[in-house]
DNA sequence: TGAGATTTTGACCATCCGGTAAAGCGACGT
DNA sequence: ACGTCGCTTTACCGGATGGTCAAAATCTCA
């Protein structure tokens, strides 16, 4: 009884996300067209719909596979660890992903931005709870006088502004940086310092 | 010799643009309609098109208009006063910008999304200009130990990236905080605590 | 090889949307 | 009273787009 999905539809499937994925995250939503996204996938309309049954479809597909990957920097927080260190950490984590995964940050952040008709209640309900538990964790080291307190929840906030607006600001970065500089190596350090600073108690 | 356009004139194209700004920032330009701006103006849509030639004239008068009063809290930093308070003055005063006028957060940070395809001669002229400025005028008041040292350039996007963050992902941070808390009055606080420690130097 | 299931295609449809054309309307000066 | 000018409306057009359908092509496996 193992799954009944072919080998070809597990190709074309992925074919179909990745070319959603490059159309949704230049366009948008409304921006994207069925055609586009068959093309750049390497097939005819009617047969992209032989796969997913509408365009609206394919793009939560894509939403709600992008999730879990968006939120496992966090889950990586150890309280076991140093908490300045841990929280560096997933500063690092969250800017490398930014980084490297451009597009999922730009689709997110469209949907976002539209009022997230699709992933509201992934918002109020799985990451919500995430961040309400890692929040909690970030609390207890602040009391402990191991960060430098503020609120959790916003320190948080402070993270996904920063590490997201390379990606998803990307081309007012490079017009403003200009094109000699390296906005990605530059982030790297900067954000680091930025945090650390933020992070660490005073004496 | 005073100008042709008629009262009734400017009061078209104020409430067209007005309307334009509720449906552009919430859907996006390619989700908006022609007829959801007349719509939302009180207009036919004929009739809008008398005032504006075209879809497109409309978001790109939106844009220009916009520009300006965005970037006034920047040119608002005085070379005189003290760095620290400075450049907190200019986080208030974004962070104010964004919470009066989240659809004008919102339209930028659309069109900066899809790749500035209208703002992108703006961003690397005038934009670049003005923050090459203040971020010289920051790198002296750094130069002189005035202000924690770090690339003026990267701090600036990290004032943009948090205030922004506010009012473009407005939909996240409720879902995250929940409905009793209130994000803009917790953000006027953690922001400005935050970017205080940021910004002043170490003894 | 051949039957049956799976995949692909071309032709087509209904709707929406940006934009146009032309006629109607109201105020105002002569 | 009438013509003109500025504003508004009704009717319409062409193209794009999401989606359907039935037939054709291809693959799978006995």
Known sequence: MPDDTTRIQKNRRAQILEAGLDVFSAEGFNGATLDG???AAGLSKP???YYFPSKEAVYVALLNGLLDTWLDP???LDPAG?????VLGYVRRKLHLARDYPRES???AGEILRGAPQLQPE???????LVDTHARQIGDWMAA????TSDPHHL???IWALTQHYADFEVQVRAVLGAERDPWAEAEREVQAHFARVLTPTG
Chains 1, 2 share one sequence.
């Open 37 to 39: 996204i068959a093309r």
């Open 47 to 49: 047969n992209l719909l």
């Open 74 to 76: 966090l889950r990586a």
């Open 82 to 86: 140093d908490p300045v260190e841990e």
């Open 106 to 108: 730009r689709l997110f």
């Open 123 to 129: 918002l109020s309900g799985t990451l919500r709870r």
């Open 145 to 148: 006088g191991r960060l430098a």
């Open 156 to 158: 948080i906030f402070s």
